[in-house]
């Protein structure tokens, strides 16, 4: 690894295309959208996606991205809504993406086929969302289910996603009951009732956003430990960019270096 892996965009570029866009990558926790038009819309690793529970209670991911001139079609973070709407030139898709209307002037030509938002391959594992741009064929795994969703806390983080990744697995052991790791952005800590997922949403190669799922305990009662992990990548960021960086005898943090090597190399 090196420092401009942490704090340049050429890194970044490779992830996106190598590892994000080839990946199963969490979207949200399926109690963030619990009734039909609820949606969060987040940048995960590039990718600008919207997650909405549609009518017949399916969680979808949509592009979001309106289809006439790639605008995106939501603009909040989460909300409720019965359909989207690009602000731009008033493309209108239905909860399920599909093309609903578009004022006169603007409207698409009777031969476009390509009208409805681009819907992506979604699964949901043990009340978590997934998408993917291309499938792969093996979906992420949980094996034992999670507690009652209770909330989920949103942290920014002024560094690289993959600091986030070291700072959560440094410590751990490769096999345990207790913590999960779902490369390339989920980590499922558990502690008797209460599970603790930690989603990591790469935005740039110098922010990244922190989503703690909180399942089975008071979401009020993990706010100061959500704070530390952002004081402490802080400073392990300051460490990378000074040429510092973690060392590879966890096999779980080896494994993730391993991984990003690959992509590096594919990549040049």
């Excluded at 926790?29 to 987040?42: E, L, R, T, Y």
């Excluded at 409720?80 to 603007?106: E, I, K, M, V």
């Excluded at 795994?141 to 209770?150: F, M, N, V």
């Amino acid at each position: 690894m090196k420092a401009e892996d942490y704090s340049q965009g050429d890194a970044f570029q490779a992830e996106k295309r190598s590892l994000f866009g080839a990946g199963w990558l969490p979207v949200c926790a399926g109690g963030q959208v619990p009734k039909p038009g609820d949606f969060q819309s987040v940048t995960v690793g590039g990718w600008s996606v919207i997650a909405v529970r549609g009518d017949d209670g399916a969680v979808r991911v949509l592009r979001n991205a309106c289809r006439h001139q790639n605008m995106p079609v939501a603009s909040a973070p989460a909300g409720n809504c019965q359909n989207f709407r690009c602000r731009f030139h008033g493309w209108t898709y239905d909860l399920a993406g599909r093309f609903q209307s578009a004022p006169p002037q603007f409207a698409p030509p009777p031969t476009q086929t390509d009208r409805d938002l681009l819907s992506l391959a979604t699964v949901e594992v043990r009340g978590l969302t997934f998408f993917s741009l291309e499938q792969p064929p093996v979906p992420p795994e949980l094996t034992e289910p999670l507690p009652d969703y209770r909330g989920t806390l949103i942290t920014d983080v002024p560094a690289n996603w993959k600091v986030v990744v070291e700072h959560l697995l440094a410590g751990r052991p490769a096999a345990s009951a207790d913590f999960t790791w779902l490369p390339p952005l989920l980590a499922v800590r558990r502690a008797g009732s209460t599970a603790i997922v930690e989603q990591i949403v790469p935005h740039t190669f110098l922010r990244t956003r922190l989503f703690t799922h909180v399942f089975g305990d008071d979401v009020d009662a993990h706010k100061q430990a959500a704070g530390g992990i952002a004081h402490a990548c802080e400073l392990l960021q300051a460490d990378r960019a000074d040429g510092k960086f973690a060392a590879d005898d966890n096999a779980l943090v080896a494994s993730f270096h391993q991984g990003l090597a690959e992509v590096y190399a594919g990549s040049s």
